[in-house]
């Protein structure tokens, strides 16, 4: 399962020092006409940029919301800590803070 990440650069650039190479650095005008591309790539999970999802039309941001394959995760910079790591346990299968 390959994770790739969808953003600008500077957003891609955290993740590539986490050790995430697959990125698709991009505007936010440019996400609706490559998206379909990146989700037909063998990508298992695809973290996207907060205002990139919302840059889409609410149609394809709720198709991409309830994707399995891929799991698609969009991240903002702001990112509430419930929220983040219920969307972890939903990409990995696991709940990384359990006990």
């Known amino acids: 399962m390959r994770v790739s990440v ?3 650069e500077e957003f891609a650039l955290g993740f590539k020092l986490a050790g995430i190479n697959a990125s698709y ?4 005008g440019e996400v609706e ?3 379909e591309d ?3 790539e063998e990508e ?15 149609r394809r941001r709720m198709e991409l919301q309830d994707s399995v394959d891929p799991v698609v995760i969009p991240v903002e910079e702001e990112a509430e800590s419930e929220d983040l790591r219920n969307k972890i346990k939903q990409a990995i299968g696991v709940d990384l803070w359990a006990e």
């Open 6 to 8: 969808v953003g600008s």
């Open 25 to 28: 650095e991009m505007e936010e």
């Open 33 to 35: 006409d490559r998206i």
């Open 38 to 40: 990146i989700a037909e």
């Open 44 to 58: 298992g999970v695809v973290i996207i940029e907060g205002s990139h999802m919302d840059a889409l039309p609410k």
